[in-house]
């Protein structure tokens, strides 16, 4: 977990140097944590115990038990996060969005989202890019960067910031680090005894701290919490189930053959004299039994049998077990884990992933206003003060459920004739609708007359329309 507590900037008159002290030894006290959640990810877990003279084979079983069910953690809720616009509260289109398209935000944003996740906390900067005097988002890492709050529970900006961007490779190449505050950006080379040299400060201007913090799961404290933390305990009882089942796979799952009163061939050494162990008694070879062999004998003394195989049935049960339960901990849907999909309804799909969608619903509640704080950033920079104290705006979200589109065409369709809500207002919630995609409807619209036409909720006006084709036709032909 993320203690607040590190994280409260404890002294506002400390100088520079003395901010960014305190700053790496928070860096290097979280690293630790940071790292585990990042080997859990990658699938490098504790594996389950096993005796010091256990044989190699046990221990290669042992390295493969190991099911890294983690990634789904990650992966399902940033999958069904995607921002796909802006809104205020007098602009459809606001001049910000334009920064968000050429900092590339609509690919790095998963990453955003994939990080907060994992380590509870991302970072993301708005900074001159290197090369031009033009300003941009720019993720940052977690493992190398620390924010410090006056109060990390209620500030939107941090007071300042550091982040390490790169690390030195040798003395001659060094790393490079950043501080940032409500004033300057300085950049400092990091040479390999951590020292910081060649400061260039960068006036921004923007009267706060341009960095904004994306959290998963806050408390009122200021602690914040990943998704992988609380569920390595699960996952290890997953891989330890995985591990007890083959095991009993490998060695017991199947009839066991023994015979008694049998001897094989006697051994002789080298001058062709019968070897004899320690006990005095003639040496025989060992007879080789497994299950392609068959086993004869003429002694009427000798016996032979079988010894059942151990049943599999409690083990896949109980492994089974262990993964709904990671799915219930995580809010995950069972058969996205399990594959038991078979004469599901779409009802009964929509129920599963119910839990998830809320998780995720909280999420995108906590990550918008981290985006709209992203904004106000860029508003503040381009003097707009109207965009920086508009408190109604808010992201537009991609719709990543798993309804048709012909229902839920069929929905808004419903919604325009029987509630008299405006069509136009409805072209974002249609599936697969970008902003690019509502502004071309919005144009084309506009140059063909058509917003009374597409607002009126009569029948008859849907009516026209069906008759009328596809808008996005008309306007490409230029028929009426």
Request: aromatic share 8%; charged share 25%.
């Amino acid at each position: 977990m993320f203690e607040g507590s590190n994280i409260v900037a404890p002294n506002m008159t400390n100088t520079v140097e003395k901010r960014i002290e305190e700053m790496t030894w928070a860096i290097r006290n979280d690293r630790e944590a940071y790292n585990k959640f990042k080997d859990y990810l990658d699938g490098n877990h504790a594996l389950p115990h096993v005796p010091a003279s256990a044989r190699a084979e046990v221990r290669e079983i042992r390295d493969r038990s190991t099911l890294n069910l983690i990634p789904l953690l990650v992966g399902i809720p940033s999958q069904i996060s995607f921002v796909d616009g802006l809104r205020r509260s007098k602009q459809l289109f606001p001049e910000e969005w334009t920064c968000w398209k050429r900092s590339r935000m609509q690919s790095k944003q998963t990453t955003i989202f994939r990080t907060a996740l994992i380590y509870g906390v991302s970072y993301v900067a708005y900074e001159e890019e290197s090369k031009t005097d033009k300003k941009r988002f720019n993720l940052l890492s977690t493992r190398d960067t620390v924010a410090f709050y006056e109060d990390p529970v209620n500030d939107r900006f941090p007071v300042y910031a550091y982040t390490i961007k790169s690390h030195p490779r040798d003395e001659d190449t060094p790393g490079r680090a950043v501080y940032y505050d409500e004033d300057v950006t300085i950049h400092y080379d990091l040479d390999t005894e951590g020292n910081l040299t060649n400061a260039v400060e960068v006036f921004h201007g923007l009267g706060v701290c341009p960095v904004v913090r994306f959290v998963c799961q806050p408390d009122d404290a200021g602690n914040t919490r990943g998704v992988i933390e609380s569920m390595i305990p699960v996952q290890d009882r997953v891989n330890q189930t995985s591990f007890d089942l083959l095991m009993t796979q490998s060695f017991s799952s199947w009839k066991l053959r023994w015979a008694s009163g049998m001897m094989g061939d006697p051994v002789f050494d080298e001058n062709g004299d019968p070897k004899i162990d320690a006990d005095g008694n003639q040496v025989y070879k060992p007879i080789p039994i497994s299950q392609s062999t068959w086993i004869t004998v003429d002694d009427p003394a000798a016996k032979v049998g079988t010894l059942d195989e151990t049943p599999l049935n409690g083990f896949i049960e109980a492994f089974e077990l262990a993964v709904k339960h990671f799915a219930v901990v995580g809010q995950l849907p069972p058969h996205s884990l399990l594959g038991n999909m078979s004469n599901l309804s779409a009802e009964t799909l929509q129920a599963a992933m119910s839990q998830t969608l809320r998780f995720g619903h909280v999420l995108k509640t906590s990550w918008g206003d981290a985006m709209c704080d992203l904004f106000a950033l860029v508003a503040k920079d381009q003097g707009v003060v109207a965009d920086v104290e508009d408190y109604e705006a808010e992201v537009r979200w991609r719709d990543m459920s798993d309804n048709t589109l012909a229902a839920v065409v069929d929905a808004l369709g419903k919604a325009v004739q029987m509630l008299g809500v405006p069509g136009r207002g409805l072209w974002g919630k249609i599936p697969g609708m970008t902003t690019g995609d509502v502004e071309m409807l919005e144009e084309l619209a506009d140059e063909q007359g058509l917003n009374a036409m597409v607002d009126d909720p009569s029948l008859e006006a849907a009516t026209n329309r069906e008759a009328s084709g596809p808008l996005e036709l008309r306007g490409l032909d230029g028929a009426q």
